[in-house]
């Protein structure tokens, strides 16, 4: 049963436009939603995070939207550039309940085209 | 560099086979977790340890196990392996163990022929 859902294996935009990623979750005790970036041959690395309490969290290029309603969170990326380029994971946990593992999406795989 | 350590990069075995992994976490981070990425799947959570204690488990196989030593260093011991155990194995670790944000090491490629 997967928790963190990420239903666009792939996603491809122009350099210049607006990249959004999106990511449903079933688990409603989840309280902190992390993005993860990923390149070949590296571990994932940490890009921006929100807790249950906002709706948006923005970090230069990188803006994070969270709808509790829907259960959905979004990653906005503008303008995109073609370093973006990467893999990238939605994450979730459920701190208020003293779990501290994050449970992970299976990616998107992003590329920006010159 | 995230500073988290994990050898070997790859490894190539045979069925049947014990493999273990080792991680060394970022300087100061008490917790670890490893993780298991299988062909288009997710990172898969498998097991923390928080400052030498067991703290969470996941989906981890009981062929699988694990331990935290003194120096916080980890190991992930992977027996008996199957075909399906080819993945890449990533550690992780974190300050306290509830900070959310965890760093990642470059991950070990594990081959079962």
């Known amino acids: 049963d997967q928790q963190v859902k990420q239903n666009s294996p792939s996603l491809s935009v122009q350099e210049g436009r607006i990249s959004i990623l999106n990511c449903d979750y079933t688990?409603?005790?989840?309280?902190?939603f992390l993005w993860y970036k990923k390149y070949p041959a590296e571990g994932p690395t940490f890009l921006i995070s929100?807790?249950?309490?906002?709706d948006k969290n923005e970090d230069g290029r990188f803006t994070v939207f969270l709808n509790k309603s829907a259960k959905h969170l979004s990653l906005h990326i503008v303008p995109s550039q073609p370093g973006d380029s990467a893999v990238y994971f939605c994450a979730a946990s459920a701190r208020n309940r003293g779990s501290e593992k994050l449970v992970f999406g299976k990616g998107t795989k992003l590329t920006v085209n010159p | 560099d995230s500073g988290v350590t994990q050898t070997p990069k790859h490894l190539i075995t045979a069925t049947g086979q014990r493999v273990t992994l080792r991680c060394s976490p970022r300087s100061g981070d008490l917790s670890v977790y490893w993780y298991q990425q299988s062909l288009d799947q997710g990172l898969q959570f498998l097991i923390q340890?928080?400052?030498?204690?067991?703290?969470a488990k996941g989906n981890i196989l009981e062929r699988f196990s694990a331990q935290q030593f003194p120096d916080l260093h980890s190991e992930l011991n992977l027996s008996s392996l199957e075909l399906g155990d080819s993945a890449l194995y990533f550690c992780a670790s974190s300050v306290r163990g509830n900070d959310g944000e965890l760093f990642f090491g470059e991950g070990s490629r594990l081959t079962v022929l």
């Open positions: 688990n409603s005790m989840f309280d902190y």
């Open positions: 340890y928080y400052n030498g204690e067991e703290r």
């Open positions: 929100i807790s249950s309490i906002k």
